[in-house]
């Protein structure tokens, strides 16, 4: 029933266009279309499979060349790591710091400089002291029992 | 011919037999199979390929823009029919690719064109390729042009419906509407080239 609805629509509607542009129009323009070159379905079908074909081997060759990228993704990250491990930092500071000439230092600057670094070397020189003292402390708690020992 | 060559011969032979007789559902769970792939597309492209290019063809007009999309359309048959889930049927997949396919090569068209020219100079009756044509009546030439200037899917689904004759549903299937809105677009069309025609 539906389909019988549907076959019918569908003559009412080409009936419609028909009589709005002439059912030879029409079929002349669909003449027109279904013009082809001689033997061009037999050959589009042979294109279609060496075209197939072709952009399948190219496939491969993609496929290769995803795990090429990979490979290639991990060789540059081993080589930035290695590079940062190996070859020595390039510090601008030092490169600048030949540039600067010492007579354009403000004194006032140099003084700064040197009192900072002064406690700084205070501070480590109390600390080796400490250090020294501790262990010679603790070396001649060891010989003080070793002279026990003997005795 | 040697004797292997003979055997290949009759083994293909045989094979394309054997698919001719199958359905497109059928087909499509060879083409699944890696040793039958060849030749269950071989058999769905001879099953097809005509109405597909006459399709692109009252589309695109000129037979080397239809042939170069029609390669289109197989080509990513080839690439996605593994993934076919036949929930539709395969002519309306197939269509469907196809729809897509000329819209983006039209859109392209559409582009290259603006490039090369202002909206004013685009000539219809030239694209419409029909005035050189000495048997081609005036209506002819005219209902052309018409056809030329309804917008793409107003144009599809006219072409869908009165030469390929298929019903609403596979229309709105193929297009991505609504039945609605298949019948919307075709009685839009034909409206629409009423009007044209009416201006010439």
Redesign the interface.
Same mark, same amino acid.
């Given at each position: 029933m539906q389909q019988e609805h549907?076959d019918n629509t569908?003559l009412d +509607?080409?009936a419609? *266009?028909n009589s709005? !542009? /002439?059912e *030879? *129009?029409?079929s *002349? !323009?669909?003449a027109?279309? /279904?013009? %082809?070159?001689n033997d061009? !379905?037999e050959h589009? +079908?042979n294109?279609?499979?060496l +075209? %197939?074909k072709k952009?399948g081997s190219s496939a491969f060759i993609l496929n290769i060349s995803k795990f090429g990228k990979i490979a290639i993704a991990a060789s540059l990250l081993t080589i930035a790591t290695t590079a940062y491990f190996f070859i020595p930092s390039y510090n601008k500071a030092d490169d600048i710091a030949l540039n600067i000439n010492l007579q354009d230092i403000p004194t006032a600057e140099i003084d700064e400089y040197v009192n900072s670094n002064e406690i700084v070397a205070e501070i480590d020189w109390q600390e080796e002291i400490n250090n020294e003292s501790s262990s010679l402390e603790k070396l001649n708690s060891h010989l003080f029992k070793d002279s026990n020992n003997i005795q | 011919m040697n004797i292997k060559d003979k055997a290949l011969n009759l083994y293909g032979k045989q094979l394309s037999n054997f698919t001719s007789m199958l359905n497109d559902q059928e087909l499509i769970m060879q083409f699944k199979q890696p040793q039958l792939k060849e030749a269950a597309f071989t058999q769905l492209l001879k099953r097809h390929q005509q109405k597909i290019y006459y399709q692109i063809k009252r589309m695109v007009a000129e037979h080397a823009d239809a042939d170069d999309v029609a390669q289109q359309v197989w080509i990513k048959v080839w690439n996605k029919l593994d993934g076919f889930k036949m929930e539709s049927e395969f002519s309306t997949w197939l269509f469907r690719v196809a729809y897509n396919e000329t819209l983006n090569f039209l859109e392209k068209q559409k582009k290259q064109s603006a490039h090369n020219l202002s909206e004013d100079n685009i000539d219809y009756e030239n694209a419409a390729g029909n005035s050189n044509d000495p048997k081609a009546t005036q209506i002819q030439i005219a209902l052309e042009q018409a056809i030329q200037q309804l917008p793409e899917k107003q144009r599809f689904v006219f072409m869908l419906r009165y030469y390929e004759e298929l019903n609403y549903e596979k229309i709105a299937a193929i297009t991505g509407t609504t039945v609605g809105g298949a019948k919307a677009n075709f009685h839009q069309a034909l409206k629409k080239m009423e009007e044209i025609l009416k201006k010439d």
């Open positions: 549907n569908l +509607e080409k419609l *266009a709005l !542009f /002439s *030879a *129009a029409l *002349a !323009f669909e027109k279309q /279904s013009q %082809v070159p061009y !379905f589009f +079908e294109q279609i499979m +075209e %197939v952009r | -």
